[in-house]
């Protein structure tokens, strides 16, 4: 009994000699090497269920921004949402479960327009695809200008303060990005479904605040306004027929605004259906017809309609481009979409700015004399709509 147990003895120390020797891991104890060995799923372990590795997208800009005044950041910025849609909507990746990293660390410098579109589509992706997680690798410190006296706004100082790290559930930003200067606090930012006319409320409420002695003529001014592009535009932006079509579900807009050395500045992004869509297919669509005839046979401009920014036009010369889903269809004079801004933009004396597809509209009616139209087109669209209005606040009467 006593040999066989010498045996066993020995048998044991050969293994662990073989086992110590072919692992250069130091084993303190016979115990631990069998308790530790690891076996792989063709030796009948378990097999590995550990998520994939993430996957990375850098942002190559130091303009977040989608502003017809920088082409190539806005080119760059629309590439790398598309990169993104593109990866989850891929059939090898439905159901990747893993981690997206939004790598920008480059940016620099963060616009209203960029930010909407930032905010829009995080939202989306989060809705659309709750198994992925998103995280952002922050932005790096930006060093002042040498002699500056002013205190420089960091890209995660924006972030922070309209609380896009709180939308990831992810942490704060580090302590040294988190303090943003005062002129900063002014920003806010809102996320809807359909029309939301406690919002332009909001909106109209800080004016007030702002700017006591403006005048009711124009808050009223500033209200349709408002109403316009923060309340009616989202209504044409989400097509049902489109949607259901195409098997879209994500049906929210993005407002951010503030008011700035006496302008109110709003900016309204959607990921819709676009302004060719709803002229084409909306209510419109004869007036629509109409009007392509005038510009090709009257004005001689064969090819109208054939650039994104030419819809635009037709946006803001057409009543009625699609018909409403409220109770106030009733009311005629309501929901005449790019007129209503046109004629309000220009009764303001303000700047407006519409964006859909490859092409941007921009007005300026600072000058009450004529408004100036300029159209520009890209080779690069974006989904959606953007519409951007800097209203100065201290128009005489």
Not at 101 to 125: H, T
Request: with cysteine; glycine share 6%.
């Amino acid at each position: 009994m006593n040999r066989e147990k010498v045996q066993k003895q020995r048998w044991a120390r050969k293994v662990f000699s073989r086992y110590v020797k072919s692992n250069k891991r130091r084993v303190s104890t016979r115990k631990k090497s069998f308790l530790t060995r690891k076996i792989g799923p063709e030796g009948g372990g378990k097999p590995n269920c550990s998520k994939p590795k993430p996957r990375k997208f850098k942002l190559t800009v130091h303009g977040l921004t989608v502003a017809p005044m920088y082409p190539e950041d806005r080119a760059k910025v629309l590439k790398f949402f598309e990169s993104i849609c593109s990866f989850l909507e891929e059939e090898d990746n439905r159901n990747f479960n893993g981690t997206i990293l939004l790598n920008l660390e480059s940016v620099e410098k963060v616009d209203p327009s960029g930010c909407a579109f930032l905010f829009s589509y995080i939202e989306m992706y989060q809705e659309l695809y709750p198994r992925v997680s998103f995280k952002i690798k922050y932005p790096n410190r930006i060093k002042p200008h040498a002699g500056s006296s002013s205190e420089t706004i960091q890209p995660n100082h924006v972030f922070n303060h309209l609380e896009l790290y709180k939308q990831l559930g992810s942490p704060k930003a580090p302590l040294c990005h988190t303090l943003p200067p005062p002129k900063l606090k002014i920003w806010e930012t809102e996320s809807f479904t359909n029309s939301d006319s406690s919002l332009v409320g909001q909106i109209l409420e800080n004016v007030c605040n702002k700017v006591p002695n403006i005048s009711p003529s124009q808050i009223s001014k500033i209200y349709k306004i408002l109403i316009e592009a923060v309340n009616n535009c989202p209504e044409h932006a989400y097509d049902e027929t489109f949607m259901n079509d195409n098997g879209l579900r994500y049906n929210k807009t993005r407002c951010l605004f503030a008011i700035i050395e006496g302008r109110l500045v709003v900016v309204v992004a959607d990921l819709g259906v676009g302004i060719r869509y709803t002229l084409e297919n909306g209510k419109a669509k004869s007036s629509w017809e109409i009007f392509k005839r005038f510009q090709r046979f009257v004005l001689k401009n064969k090819d109208f309609s054939s650039r994104d920014s030419e819809c635009l036009q037709g946006m803001i010369n057409i009543k009625n481009v699609r018909e409403r889903n409220t109770r106030h269809k009733e009311f005629d004079n309501r929901g005449y979409g790019g007129v209503d801004l046109k004629n309000a933009i220009k009764g303001l004396e303000g700047r407006l700015l519409i964006m859909s597809g490859k092409g941007s509209l921009m007005l300026d009616a600072s000058n009450p004399e004529s408004m100036d139209v300029k159209p520009k087109d890209f080779d690069i669209g974006l989904n959606g709509t953007l519409i951007s209005m800097s209203i100065p606040l201290t128009v005489k009467e």
